[in-house]
Protein backbone atom coordinates (compact mmCIF):
# COMPACT_ATOMS: atom_id res chain seq x y z
CA UNK A 1 0.00 0.00 0.00
CA UNK A 2 3.03 2.75 0.81
CA UNK A 3 4.28 3.07 -2.41
CA UNK A 4 6.04 6.30 -3.42
CA UNK A 5 3.39 7.94 -5.20
CA UNK A 6 1.03 6.91 -2.34
CA UNK A 7 3.57 8.41 0.40
CA UNK A 8 1.78 11.74 1.84
CA UNK A 9 -0.26 11.86 4.53
CA UNK A 10 -3.36 13.12 5.71
CA UNK A 11 -4.61 11.22 1.73
CA UNK A 12 -7.90 11.43 0.54
CA UNK A 13 -8.05 8.17 -1.97
CA UNK A 14 -10.67 8.57 -4.72
CA UNK A 15 -11.36 5.24 -6.68
CA UNK A 16 -12.21 6.87 -10.40
CA UNK A 17 -13.22 3.57 -11.61
CA UNK A 18 -15.82 2.77 -8.22
CA UNK A 19 -17.16 6.21 -9.14
CA UNK A 20 -17.82 5.63 -12.68
CA UNK A 21 -19.58 2.39 -12.11
CA UNK A 22 -21.69 4.09 -9.33
CA UNK A 23 -22.71 7.16 -12.52
CA UNK A 24 -23.32 3.87 -14.78
CA UNK A 25 -25.49 2.43 -12.36
CA UNK A 26 -27.66 5.19 -11.73
CA UNK A 27 -27.54 6.67 -14.65
CA UNK A 28 -29.17 3.34 -15.81
CA UNK A 29 -31.50 2.77 -13.26
CA UNK A 30 -33.02 6.44 -14.24
CA UNK A 31 -33.24 5.55 -18.01
CA UNK A 32 -35.33 2.32 -17.49
CA UNK A 33 -37.63 4.97 -15.85
CA UNK A 34 -37.22 7.86 -18.24
CA UNK A 35 -35.44 10.07 -15.95
CA UNK A 36 -32.79 12.30 -16.75
CA UNK A 37 -29.85 12.17 -14.38
CA UNK A 38 -27.76 15.53 -13.19
CA UNK A 39 -24.55 14.51 -11.10
CA UNK A 40 -23.84 17.00 -8.62
CA UNK A 41 -20.20 17.64 -7.87
CA UNK A 42 -20.23 20.24 -4.88
CA UNK A 43 -19.27 17.41 -2.83
CA UNK A 44 -16.28 17.22 -3.42
CA UNK A 45 -15.36 20.33 -5.03
CA UNK A 46 -15.75 19.16 -8.55
CA UNK A 47 -11.86 18.31 -8.48
CA UNK A 48 -11.13 17.78 -12.04
CA UNK A 49 -10.01 14.05 -11.61
CA UNK A 50 -13.36 13.24 -10.50
CA UNK A 51 -15.41 15.67 -12.66
CA UNK A 52 -14.12 14.29 -15.66
CA UNK A 53 -15.82 10.64 -15.32
CA UNK A 54 -18.92 12.84 -14.93
CA UNK A 55 -18.46 14.01 -18.35
CA UNK A 56 -17.75 10.66 -19.54
CA UNK A 57 -20.86 9.32 -18.07
CA UNK A 58 -23.32 10.71 -20.60
CA UNK A 59 -24.91 13.16 -17.87
CA UNK A 60 -28.21 15.17 -18.39
CA UNK A 61 -26.16 17.81 -16.74
CA UNK A 62 -23.25 18.42 -14.05
CA UNK A 63 -24.34 20.70 -11.52
CA UNK A 64 -22.75 22.59 -8.41
CA UNK A 65 -23.58 25.29 -6.14
CA UNK A 66 -20.46 27.25 -6.63
CA UNK A 67 -20.22 28.97 -9.62
CA UNK A 68 -15.93 28.97 -9.74
CA UNK A 69 -16.48 24.72 -10.16
CA UNK A 70 -18.20 25.10 -12.64
CA UNK A 71 -15.98 27.48 -14.36
CA UNK A 72 -13.50 25.38 -13.31
CA UNK A 73 -14.51 22.39 -14.79
CA UNK A 74 -15.23 24.17 -18.20
CA UNK A 75 -11.71 25.13 -18.16
CA UNK A 76 -11.09 21.78 -17.76
CA UNK A 77 -12.79 20.66 -20.86
CA UNK A 78 -15.97 19.52 -19.44
CA UNK A 79 -18.43 19.38 -21.90
CA UNK A 80 -21.48 18.26 -20.49
CA UNK A 81 -24.25 20.81 -19.62
CA UNK A 82 -23.36 22.79 -16.68
CA UNK A 83 -26.10 23.46 -14.21
CA UNK A 84 -25.98 25.87 -11.40
CA UNK A 85 -27.98 24.98 -8.02
CA UNK A 86 -27.84 27.61 -5.69
CA UNK A 87 -30.05 30.10 -6.74
CA UNK A 88 -27.40 32.76 -8.29
CA UNK A 89 -26.17 36.21 -6.52
CA UNK A 90 -27.14 39.31 -8.38
CA UNK A 91 -23.46 40.09 -8.25
CA UNK A 92 -22.59 36.73 -10.75
CA UNK A 93 -25.35 37.15 -13.27
CA UNK A 94 -22.33 37.96 -16.07
CA UNK A 95 -20.85 35.11 -15.18
CA UNK A 96 -23.51 32.75 -14.56
CA UNK A 97 -24.65 33.32 -18.01
CA UNK A 98 -20.75 32.47 -19.39
CA UNK A 99 -20.00 29.29 -17.17
CA UNK A 100 -23.36 27.47 -16.49
CA UNK A 101 -26.12 26.99 -19.77
CA UNK A 102 -28.77 25.96 -17.11
CA UNK A 103 -29.54 27.62 -13.45
CA UNK A 104 -32.10 27.12 -10.75
CA UNK A 105 -34.26 30.49 -9.98
CA UNK A 106 -36.16 31.72 -7.34
CA UNK A 107 -36.47 35.33 -7.85
CA UNK A 108 -37.75 37.86 -10.13
CA UNK A 109 -34.45 40.58 -10.32
CA UNK A 110 -32.18 37.61 -10.36
CA UNK A 111 -34.00 36.56 -13.74
CA UNK A 112 -34.10 40.24 -14.76
CA UNK A 113 -30.38 40.60 -14.31
CA UNK A 114 -29.78 37.00 -15.89
CA UNK A 115 -31.98 38.23 -18.79
CA UNK A 116 -29.82 41.18 -19.35
CA UNK A 117 -26.54 39.23 -18.77
CA UNK A 118 -27.31 36.70 -21.40
CA UNK A 119 -28.15 40.21 -23.68
CA UNK A 120 -25.09 41.47 -23.12
CA UNK A 121 -22.94 37.90 -23.68
CA UNK A 122 -25.59 37.42 -26.68
CA UNK A 123 -26.23 33.54 -25.34
CA UNK A 124 -29.33 31.68 -24.68
CA UNK A 125 -29.25 30.48 -21.03
CA UNK A 126 -32.19 27.97 -19.39
CA UNK A 127 -33.83 28.33 -15.98
CA UNK A 128 -35.58 25.82 -13.90
CA UNK A 129 -38.40 27.40 -11.68
CA UNK A 130 -37.92 26.15 -8.28
CA UNK A 131 -40.91 26.08 -5.72
CA UNK A 132 -40.78 25.47 -2.24
CA UNK A 133 -43.15 22.89 -0.97
CA UNK A 134 -42.28 23.07 2.60
CA UNK A 135 -38.19 22.66 3.19
CA UNK A 136 -38.77 26.22 3.36
CA UNK A 137 -35.19 26.91 1.63
CA UNK A 138 -35.30 27.90 -1.73
CA UNK A 139 -38.18 28.39 -4.20
CA UNK A 140 -41.65 30.11 -5.14
CA UNK A 141 -43.37 29.98 -2.12
CA UNK A 142 -46.60 31.70 -3.50
CA UNK A 143 -47.93 29.69 -6.90
CA UNK A 144 -49.45 32.76 -8.43
CA UNK A 145 -45.85 34.53 -8.47
CA UNK A 146 -44.71 31.35 -9.67
CA UNK A 147 -47.03 31.17 -12.55
CA UNK A 148 -46.14 34.93 -13.53
CA UNK A 149 -42.32 34.09 -13.16
CA UNK A 150 -43.36 32.06 -15.61
CA UNK A 151 -44.63 34.02 -18.03
CA UNK A 152 -42.72 36.85 -17.37
CA UNK A 153 -39.79 33.98 -18.61
CA UNK A 154 -41.78 32.57 -21.80
CA UNK A 155 -43.24 35.92 -22.98
CA UNK A 156 -40.89 38.69 -22.06
CA UNK A 157 -37.04 37.58 -21.32
CA UNK A 158 -35.82 36.89 -24.70
CA UNK A 159 -32.77 35.30 -24.06
CA UNK A 160 -33.76 32.90 -21.42
CA UNK A 161 -35.66 29.53 -22.14
CA UNK A 162 -38.04 28.23 -19.45
CA UNK A 163 -36.59 24.47 -19.17
CA UNK A 164 -39.16 23.44 -16.14
CA UNK A 165 -39.81 23.61 -12.45
CA UNK A 166 -38.09 22.02 -9.63
CA UNK A 167 -38.29 21.59 -5.76
CA UNK A 168 -35.37 20.74 -3.43
CA UNK A 169 -36.52 18.83 -0.34
CA UNK A 170 -34.50 17.68 3.12
CA UNK A 171 -31.71 20.53 3.28
CA UNK A 172 -33.50 23.14 6.02
CA UNK A 173 -36.84 21.74 6.85
CA UNK A 174 -35.74 17.65 6.73
CA UNK A 175 -38.82 17.39 4.53
CA UNK A 176 -39.38 14.05 3.08
CA UNK A 177 -39.64 13.44 -0.25
CA UNK A 178 -42.73 11.59 -0.69
CA UNK A 179 -44.84 10.91 -3.73
CA UNK A 180 -47.30 13.44 -2.12
CA UNK A 181 -44.50 16.31 -2.45
CA UNK A 182 -43.95 15.21 -6.32
CA UNK A 183 -47.22 15.39 -7.14
CA UNK A 184 -47.33 18.84 -5.48
CA UNK A 185 -44.54 19.43 -7.98
CA UNK A 186 -46.45 18.27 -10.60
CA UNK A 187 -49.37 20.17 -10.25
CA UNK A 188 -47.57 23.40 -9.62
CA UNK A 189 -45.88 22.41 -13.35
CA UNK A 190 -48.95 21.45 -14.87
CA UNK A 191 -50.53 25.01 -13.24
CA UNK A 192 -47.75 27.06 -15.39
CA UNK A 193 -48.28 24.82 -18.40
CA UNK A 194 -51.68 25.84 -17.99
CA UNK A 195 -50.55 29.26 -17.82
CA UNK A 196 -48.19 29.30 -20.71
CA UNK A 197 -49.94 26.78 -23.05
CA UNK A 198 -46.67 24.05 -23.70
CA UNK A 199 -45.72 21.62 -22.09
CA UNK A 200 -42.22 21.67 -19.77
CA UNK A 201 -39.71 19.85 -20.95
CA UNK A 202 -38.06 19.24 -16.94
CA UNK A 203 -39.77 18.33 -13.63
CA UNK A 204 -37.11 18.34 -11.46
CA UNK A 205 -38.01 16.16 -8.06
CA UNK A 206 -35.07 16.79 -5.64
CA UNK A 207 -31.82 15.38 -5.11
CA UNK A 208 -30.12 12.20 -3.79
CA UNK A 209 -33.53 12.09 -0.95
CA UNK A 210 -36.07 11.40 -3.96
CA UNK A 211 -34.14 8.52 -5.14
CA UNK A 212 -35.91 6.47 -3.30
CA UNK A 213 -38.76 6.54 -5.26
CA UNK A 214 -37.17 5.91 -8.55
CA UNK A 215 -35.85 2.24 -6.62
CA UNK A 216 -39.37 1.34 -5.20
CA UNK A 217 -41.63 2.45 -7.90
CA UNK A 218 -43.05 5.00 -6.29
CA UNK A 219 -41.89 7.91 -8.40
CA UNK A 220 -44.97 9.78 -9.94
CA UNK A 221 -44.74 9.11 -13.66
CA UNK A 222 -44.47 13.01 -14.62
CA UNK A 223 -40.83 13.77 -12.44
CA UNK A 224 -38.65 13.35 -15.17
CA UNK A 225 -35.59 14.80 -13.61
CA UNK A 226 -33.26 14.31 -10.68
CA UNK A 227 -30.22 16.19 -9.41
CA UNK A 228 -27.59 14.03 -7.01
CA UNK A 229 -24.89 14.22 -5.78
CA UNK A 230 -24.27 12.44 -2.23
CA UNK A 231 -25.71 9.18 -3.28
CA UNK A 232 -23.65 8.80 -6.22
CA UNK A 233 -20.36 9.25 -4.08
CA UNK A 234 -21.50 7.31 -0.76
CA UNK A 235 -23.24 4.66 -1.91
CA UNK A 236 -26.11 5.35 0.55
CA UNK A 237 -28.15 8.07 2.01
CA UNK A 238 -30.44 8.54 4.97
CA UNK A 239 -33.69 6.30 3.88
CA UNK A 240 -31.72 4.98 0.72
CA UNK A 241 -28.83 2.13 0.32
CA UNK A 242 -28.49 1.40 -3.27
CA UNK A 243 -27.17 -2.10 -2.82
CA UNK A 244 -25.49 -1.75 -6.32
CA UNK A 245 -23.25 1.53 -5.62
CA UNK A 246 -20.13 1.55 -3.89
CA UNK A 247 -19.41 2.62 -0.80
CA UNK A 248 -15.91 2.79 -0.61
CA UNK A 249 -15.51 5.27 -3.38
CA UNK A 250 -13.41 7.54 -1.11
CA UNK A 251 -10.78 6.65 2.04
CA UNK A 252 -9.38 8.74 3.88
CA UNK A 253 -5.79 8.01 5.41
CA UNK A 254 -4.13 9.49 8.57
CA UNK A 255 -0.67 8.57 9.96
CA UNK A 256 0.29 8.02 13.34
CA UNK A 257 2.63 10.23 15.03
CA UNK A 258 2.32 9.11 18.96
CA UNK A 259 1.36 6.05 20.78
CA UNK A 260 1.36 5.98 24.25
CA UNK A 261 -0.77 4.81 27.38
CA UNK A 262 -2.17 7.75 29.38
CA UNK A 263 -4.82 7.86 31.72
CA UNK A 264 -8.38 8.80 29.89
CA UNK A 265 -9.36 11.51 31.90
CA UNK A 266 -7.36 14.70 31.96
CA UNK A 267 -4.99 15.47 34.97
CA UNK A 268 -5.95 18.99 36.34
CA UNK A 269 -8.33 21.30 36.74
CA UNK A 270 -10.71 21.17 33.67
CA UNK A 271 -11.66 24.46 31.79
CA UNK A 272 -12.43 24.71 27.88
CA UNK A 273 -11.35 22.38 25.28
CA UNK A 274 -9.47 23.82 22.08
CA UNK A 275 -12.42 25.57 20.46
CA UNK A 276 -13.96 26.85 23.96
CA UNK A 277 -16.19 24.23 24.64
CA UNK A 278 -17.01 22.54 28.28
CA UNK A 279 -16.29 19.07 27.45
CA UNK A 280 -16.89 15.93 30.21
CA UNK A 281 -14.27 13.16 30.12
CA UNK A 282 -15.19 9.76 30.99
CA UNK A 283 -12.96 7.60 33.73
CA UNK A 284 -11.84 4.59 31.84
CA UNK A 285 -8.78 4.33 33.60
CA UNK A 286 -4.90 3.70 31.64
CA UNK A 287 -5.46 3.22 27.93
CA UNK A 288 -3.50 2.76 25.06
CA UNK A 289 -3.99 5.89 22.61
CA UNK A 290 -2.88 7.23 19.41
CA UNK A 291 -2.34 10.52 17.97
CA UNK A 292 -2.82 10.96 14.18
CA UNK A 293 -1.64 14.27 12.09
CA UNK A 294 -4.87 15.77 11.10
CA UNK A 295 -7.51 17.65 12.61
CA UNK A 296 -10.90 19.71 12.51
CA UNK A 297 -9.01 21.66 9.82
CA UNK A 298 -8.88 18.99 7.32
CA UNK A 299 -12.17 17.62 8.31
CA UNK A 300 -14.79 19.63 10.35
CA UNK A 301 -16.24 17.14 13.38
CA UNK A 302 -14.06 13.73 14.44
CA UNK A 303 -17.42 12.61 14.92
CA UNK A 304 -18.43 12.05 11.16
CA UNK A 305 -14.92 9.89 10.49
CA UNK A 306 -15.84 6.03 10.34
CA UNK A 307 -13.01 4.12 11.37
CA UNK A 308 -12.18 1.07 9.08
CA UNK A 309 -9.76 -0.33 12.17
CA UNK A 310 -11.49 -3.13 14.49
CA UNK A 311 -12.02 -1.72 17.80
CA UNK A 312 -10.74 1.66 17.44
CA UNK A 313 -12.71 4.38 19.45
CA UNK A 314 -12.67 8.13 18.49
CA UNK A 315 -11.86 10.72 21.31
CA UNK A 316 -11.51 13.66 19.96
CA UNK A 317 -9.85 16.63 17.99
CA UNK A 318 -8.30 19.68 17.83
CA UNK A 319 -7.69 21.87 15.04
CA UNK A 320 -4.42 19.53 13.82
CA UNK A 321 -4.76 16.82 16.20
CA UNK A 322 -6.76 13.62 16.26
CA UNK A 323 -7.01 11.39 19.06
CA UNK A 324 -7.81 7.82 19.27
CA UNK A 325 -8.07 4.84 21.98
CA UNK A 326 -6.50 1.68 20.14
CA UNK A 327 -6.14 -0.18 23.63
CA UNK A 328 -8.50 -2.96 21.81
CA UNK A 329 -7.66 -3.04 18.26
CA UNK A 330 -7.13 -6.17 16.72
CA UNK A 331 -3.71 -4.98 15.48
CA UNK A 332 -1.32 -3.36 17.33
CA UNK A 333 -1.17 0.35 16.39
CA UNK A 334 2.35 1.57 16.22
CA UNK A 335 3.71 4.90 15.31
CA UNK A 336 4.30 5.63 11.79
CA UNK A 337 1.24 2.95 11.44
CA UNK A 338 -1.95 4.64 8.57
CA UNK A 339 -5.34 4.54 9.60
CA UNK A 340 -8.28 4.32 7.38
CA UNK A 341 -11.75 5.86 7.44
CA UNK A 342 -14.55 5.97 5.64
CA UNK A 343 -16.34 9.53 5.19
CA UNK A 344 -19.80 10.95 5.19
CA UNK A 345 -20.58 13.66 3.25
CA UNK A 346 -19.97 17.12 5.27
CA UNK A 347 -16.10 15.59 6.12
CA UNK A 348 -15.36 14.89 2.29
CA UNK A 349 -16.55 18.39 1.50
CA UNK A 350 -13.71 19.73 3.92
CA UNK A 351 -11.01 17.27 2.94
CA UNK A 352 -11.47 17.58 -0.85
CA UNK A 353 -10.78 21.84 -0.13
CA UNK A 354 -8.05 21.54 2.04
CA UNK A 355 -4.14 22.56 1.17
CA UNK A 356 -2.86 20.04 3.20
CA UNK A 357 -4.28 16.49 2.41
CA UNK A 358 -3.15 14.73 -0.57
CA UNK A 359 -5.64 13.11 -3.00
CA UNK A 360 -4.49 10.63 -4.27
CA UNK A 361 -6.63 8.73 -7.72
CA UNK A 362 -7.06 5.08 -7.91
CA UNK A 363 -8.40 3.34 -11.49
CA UNK A 364 -10.58 4.83 -13.95
CA UNK A 365 -9.77 5.17 -17.36
CA UNK A 366 -6.24 7.28 -17.31
CA UNK A 367 -4.75 4.79 -15.10
CA UNK A 368 -6.65 1.27 -16.65
C1 LIG B 1 -26.80 19.94 -2.97
C2 LIG B 1 -27.98 19.99 -3.86
C3 LIG B 1 -28.39 18.86 -4.58
C4 LIG B 1 -27.73 17.50 -4.41
O1 LIG B 1 -28.02 17.04 -3.12
P1 LIG B 1 -27.58 15.56 -2.64
O2 LIG B 1 -28.28 15.40 -1.35
O3 LIG B 1 -26.10 15.61 -2.49
O4 LIG B 1 -28.01 14.60 -3.67
C5 LIG B 1 -29.46 18.99 -5.44
N1 LIG B 1 -30.11 20.16 -5.60
C6 LIG B 1 -29.75 21.27 -4.92
C7 LIG B 1 -30.52 22.53 -5.14
C8 LIG B 1 -28.69 21.23 -4.02
O5 LIG B 1 -28.34 22.33 -3.34
Known sequence: MRDERYDHYPQLEIDLGKLQENLAALQERCQV??????????????????????????????????????????????????????IPMLSEVDELVRWADISLQSEWSVLRATEEAAARAGVRHKVILM??????????????ELISAALEVEEKLENLDLLGVGTNLGCYGS????????????????????????????????????????LDGTMPKRINHLRVGEL????????????????DVFTLRAEVIEVKTKPSHPVGELSVDAFGRTRTYVDRGHRRRAL??????????????????????????????????????????????????DLCYATLVYLSRSESVHLVFKGGPETQ
Request: proline content about 3%.
Open 33 to 86: SGLKLSGIVKGFSAMPEAAKIYDRAGLDSIGSSRLEQLRHMRRAGVKTPLLMIR
Open 131 to 144: VDLGDLREGFWDRE
Open 175 to 214: VQATPEKMEELIAAAEQVEAAIGRRLEVISGGASSSVHML
Open 232 to 247: LLLGRVWGCDMPQLHK
Open 292 to 341: LAMGRVDYGECEDLISREPGLIMLGASSDHTLVDVQNTVRKIQVGDILEF
